[in-house]
Nanobody, 121 residues
Framework: QVQLVESGGGLVQPGGSLGLSCAAS????????MAWYRQAPGRERELVAA????????KYDDDVKGRFTISRDNAKNTVYLQMSSLKPEDTAVYYC??????????????WGRGTLVTVSA
């Protein structure tokens, strides 16, 4: 039973920082690339960042590159997203997921509840 539990969201002021965590279970975590997605109200879900199984490769959306950092701890079955210099347009529900393909990026057909990040003054 695949479980993806995101945490760490909250309210933060523009320019602030926030760290998200995703605890995964129900599959062999270390064998899968992982990714963070986000979905803002009225918008489609979009890829934010991805990290390969052994952290050989990382990928970022252009809008977050240089501000967000994805990382993982395979011993803890956890993937992280450290966000800095946050902007109001970063406001969204953030989801993690395992990837079934890197080229092209393709996520599992299971989504957790996500964690809400609100960037507002």
């Amino acid at each position: 039973q695949v479980q993806l539990v995101e945490s760490g969201g909250g309210l933060v002021q523009p320019g602030g920082s926030l760290g998200l965590s995703c605890a995964a279970s129900g599959f062999t975590f270390r064998d899968y690339a992982m990714a963070w997605y986000r979905q803002a109200p009225g918008r489609e879900r979009e890829l934010v960042a991805a990290i390969s199984a052994l952290d050989i490769n990382r990928k970022y959306d252009d809008d977050v590159k240089g501000r967000f950092t994805i990382s993982r701890d395979n011993a803890k079955n956890t993937v992280y997203l450290q966000m800095s210099s946050l902007k109001p347009e970063d406001t969204a529900v953030y989801y993690c997921n395992a990837l079934t393909s890197w080229i092209p990026i393709r996520a599992m057909n299971y989504w957790g509840r996500g964690t809400l990040v609100t960037v507002s003054a």
